[in-house]
C-alpha cells in the first residue's frame, strides 16, 4: 500500500514545516493542494509537497511532487535547489 503526504513549508524549512494530511491517491492528495483545502497556505507556508511512501518503519519518499503559492493559489513548480538534500518531509 502507498500513502500520499501533503506538507508544507516555509521559504526556509527551518522556520516550519507541517504535514497536513495523506491520501490513499496522488489525485486526492493533489486535489486537496489545489484547492488550498481548510488554508494550508495559511499566509505562512510557501511550497508543498506531495510525497509517495510505501509501508514501513523508516519509508523512504521515492516520489515527490512541488507546489508552489503564487499569490492565489498553489501552482506545480520544480523542487527548490535549497531542498535538494533533503527527503521526507511528510514522515520524517
Known sequence: MNIYTDTAITRERHE???CFGWY???EKAELAVLENRCDIHECWYHYVVIEKFNE???PVAFEQSW???DGEG??????P??????V???LG
Open 16 to 18: 516550519g514545516l507541517r
Open 24 to 26: 490513499d491517491s496522488f
Open 56 to 58: 514501513g518503519i523508516h
Open 67 to 69: 507546489y508552489i503559492w
Open 74 to 79: 498553489y501552482k506545480k513548480s520544480e523542487k
Open 81 to 86: 535547489v535549497k531542498f535538494n538534500s533533503i
Open 88 to 90: 521526507n518531509f511528510g
